[in-house]
Nanobody, 128 residues
Framework: QLQLVESGGGLVKPGGSLRLSCTASGSTLDSYAIGWFRQAPGKEREGVSCISRGAKATYVAESVKGRFTVSRDDAKNTVSLQMHNLELEDTGDYFC?????????????????????WGKGTSVTVSS
């Protein structure tokens, strides 16, 4: 059973940076696509980024394009989300999730949230 644990969240000022990590246990990540989702209080969950099996393709939501970068290190069983130039609107709980199909499924321009395994999330607060 694949288990995912997010880390790296915290409090940061606008314009600051954070690097989130998603670390797997119970199985290896290399056959999965990994997505990052976030949910702000009172808002719907949003797909932020995704990286396919083998890093052959990546997706970044328009709202974070140019600021967020996703990467994976299968040798370390970890996927990272590097976040730069953070904005107040980036505040929320961030979740990583794994999809066994191995690629990122989009509905229109949005990341589909039909994933097989989810982490419990890490909180990001952007505040001055």
């Amino acid at each position: 059973q694949l288990q995912l644990v997010e880390s790296g969240g915290g409090l940061v000022k606008p314009g600051g940076s954070l690097r989130l990590s998603c670390t797997a246990s119970g199985s290896t990540l290399d056959s999965y696509a990994i997505g990052w989702f976030r949910q702000a209080p009172g808002k719907e969950r949003e797909g932020v980024s995704c990286i396919s099996r083998g890093a052959k393709a990546t997706y970044v939501a328009e709202s974070v394009k140019g600021r967020f970068t996703v990467s994976r290190d299968d040798a370390k069983n970890t996927v990272s989300l590097q976040m730069h130039n953070l904005e107040l609107e980036d505040t929320g709980d961030y979740f990583c999730a794994a999809s066994g199909v191995g690629f990122c499924v989009l509905v229109g321009n949005s990341l589909k949230g039909d994933m097989d395994y989810w982490g419990k999330g890490t909180s990001v607060t952007v505040s001055s």
